[in-house]
């Protein structure tokens, strides 16, 4: 986007910084967002004037009592106030990779997902795996009508790159290849991104991340993985901190891990876990061939019908959970964490009384630990991708014009 005037604009990457923070919370106030970064009104109007020029952000106006980011001089004077927000009417797609599928959103600037999909797939080779995300990238694109894509990321649980080569994705079957490859050349940017940082992304920018800088985020499901946010910035691994903690020694797991080890998280916090304790106990709820939604919806039968055996199972992962929660909260020194995954949903269950247990583990004295628990499966870690795609556009725009 150029000014009509055909004026240059010098572009430092600082711009990255007040776009976030756009993205975060806006819109936003001109002096609120200086205030926010710890700029002066000067090098903050220098910066809108880049990110406008760029074409990634916008002014809008709007009545000042409708808008939560509006400057107070303004409001007390009762003008319409001019808010720095992202550009309108443009469009980011996250596609989530996972084994027998994948599912796409569309989610715009202001990280409302407009439209997802999921498919059941064959996901046996990168030939495979490239075709359904070129059909799910082209439904996306059908979907956004005559808003226009601007970037995608493609989000899969393993160590990748942002230029899609794979180092390890085991669900998946890829090692050492370049996804890339596989995929049909798009007419905006595609990236690529582990599903773990994919979803934080999202919370960061457009869930609990828009009221507190500082929290964690952990998944219990096929995998266990974690991301942690301080300040603001999302912090994470190569593998969205799936080693980190998959082999914490935690008690309360059963049976061993790939790397031989006994009462990790991986024996405790898994579905494939939970799956091999309950076949254990009846061994002919192992002969139904349940998904893992089925699976989930016939422990909590069996909980509220008070079966001995299973809720003593639901107890121990309620409490190797809590332990999980505790620990990545204490060592992080966060309040809040998120729940996510497949087996998120336990935890809210009033007979588990997780709340409770973690209200008794911290005394009187500590703030307590607030559980935000997220159970809007894939779509949810598609729209993360989708947040991660507009990371990366606004990172491109930037740094290409800051060269």
């Known amino acids: 986007m150029v000014p009509e005037s055909g004026e240059q604009v010098a572009v430092d990457k600082s711009a990255i910084l007040v776009a976030h923070e756009i993205v975060r919370r806006g819109p936003l106030g001109r002096l609120e967002l200086a205030k926010a970064l710890g700029l002066s009104p000067a090098s903050l109007t220098r910066i809108a004037k880049q990110l406008i020029y760029l074409g990634i952000a916008e002014e809008a106006k709007s009545k000042p009592e409708l808008d939560r980011g509006e400057d107070r001089a303004s409001k007390t004077l009762g003008r319409p106030v001019t808010n ?21 959103a569309l989610v715009d600037s202001t990280g409302r997902t407009r439209y997802s999909h999921a498919e059941h797939a064959d996901m046996s080779t990168p030939q495979a795996i490239g075709k359904v995300v070129d059909e799910l990238l082209s439904s996306a694109e059908a979907a956004g009508a ?3 894509i601007e970037a995608a990321v493609v989000a899969l649980d393993g160590i990748v790159d942002r230029d899609g080569y794979v180092t390890s994705a085991p669900s998946l079957g890829l090692e050492q290849i370049d996804l890339s490859q596989y995929v049909e050349p798009r007419l905006f940017p595609l990236w690529y991104s582990n599903d773990s940082d994919a979803l934080s992304q999202g919370e960061l920018w457009f869930g609990i991340g828009r009221k507190v800088d500082d929290f964690a985020v952990l998944t219990t499901g096929a995998t266990v993985r974690h991301a942690l946010v301080r300040s603001g910035k999302l912090l994470s691994s190569d593998d969205g901190g799936h080693q980190r903690i998959a082999h914490m020694p935690l008690s309360g797991g059963s049976g061993i891990c ?28 192992a002969q139904k061939d ?18 001995p055996a299973l809720t003593q199972i639901l107890c121990g992962f309620e409490h190797a959970l809590h332990k999980a929660v505790t620990v990545v909260s204490s060592v992080a ?40 628990v997220r159970k809007g499966g894939y779509a949810n870690w598609a729209a993360g991708a989708g947040a991660v795609a507009i990371d990366y556009w606004i990172r491109r725009l930037v740094e290409k014009a800051s060269q």
């Not at 990790?264 to 309950?278: E, G, H, I, N, P």
């Not at 729940?339 to 998120?344: D, H, N, P, V, W």
């Not at 911290?362 to 703030?367: E, K, M, T």
Request: hydrophobic share 45%; aromatic share 6%; with cysteine.
């Open 84 to 104: 720095m927000r992202v550009r309108a009417g443009i469009l980011f797609a996250g596609v989530l990779l996972y084994e027998g599928g994948a599912t796409v």
């Open 146 to 148: 005559n808003e226009t």
């Open 258 to 285: 790939t790397l031989g080890h006994r009462g990790c998280v991986s024996t405790a916090l898994t579905v494939q876990s939970l799956r091999s304790r309950v076949a254990w106990a009846q061994p002919d709820l």
């Open 290 to 307: 349940l998904n893992t939604e089925e699976f989930i919806a016939l422990l909590r039968e069996k909980l509220l019908a008070k079966d």
């Open 333 to 372: 020194m966060v309040s809040d964490v998120v729940i996510c995954g497949t087996l998120a949903a336990i935890a809210e269950w009033p007979e588990m009384e997780f709340e409770k247990e973690l209200a008794e583990f911290l005394g009187p004295n500590i703030d307590p630990i607030r559980v935000h």
